[in-house]
Every structure is written in C-alpha cells, then in structure tokens.
C-alpha cells in the first residue's frame, strides 16, 4: 500500500492577509523519510542526482580513510621490522595522521633512514 502525500493544510490569515500553508509534524517527518515515494520526474531526477553525488563523495572519502589507514599500519610494522621502539607520543602523531602522502613520505624515510628523529622531521 503507498502512503498517501504529506497534507498541506491552510491556517486562517498571515499578517498580509494571504492564505499561509502549514504542515503537521508528522508530515514534516515523512518529507525527511528515505522511505516516502518520490512522485514527480522533477524530484526523482534530483534525488536520484543528490543522492549519486553523495555516495561518490562518500565511497572517495571512504577510500582515502583507508589508504591512510593501511600507510600507517605500514609504517608501523616497518617501525616495528627495524626494531625501533616508538614513544606513545609518535604512536599517537601516527595513528592520527591523515594525510596519505605524509604518511608515505615517512614509511620511505624509515625504510632509508637509521635515526627516527630525521624520519619525522618536518
């Protein structure tokens, strides 16, 4: 069964004399819905196109988080290969970190660079 549309009701006057429409809560609250059918071709069009544009956005943020992630986790383990132990302070700089090349820049320094202090320089 399809929910009926939203009722737009008229209250009584505005202060210029025009007919004002009003809407209930719950009618307000099913305009939010992902669940109330879109009618028109106009509002199917820019849904459908606002909500392509946001999952794009979306999986492209989604899939940086995740370099960033996986560049730490990298560094990381080739902190821990070298045997180097890293303070709670650079383990937290790291973890929070991200910025993708910044991270890369640093997992190469660490593969090249014997002193932990010039591979988080700068």
Do not use: K, N
Not at 50 to 62: I, M, P, V
């Amino acid at each position: 069964m399809m929910d009926a549309m939203p009722q737009i009701t008229s209250s009584p006057v505005d202060t210029a004399g025009r007919d004002t429409p009003t809407e209930t809560t719950d009618d307000r609250i099913s305009l939010l819905s992902t669940d109330w059918p879109v009618y028109s071709p106009f509002a199917r069009e820019y849904f459908a196109r606002g909500f392509a544009e946001g999952f794009a956005t979306g999986l492209a943020e989604g899939r940086e988080e995740g370099r960033a992630a996986g560049l730490a986790a990298a560094l990381m383990t080739a902190l821990y290969a070298r045997r180097i132990d890293v303070p709670d302070d650079l383990r937290a700089r790291i973890s929070a970190c991200t910025d993708p090349a910044q991270l890369h820049t640093w997992l190469t320094r660490v593969l090249a660079i014997p002193v932990l202090d010039e591979v988080f320089r700068g």
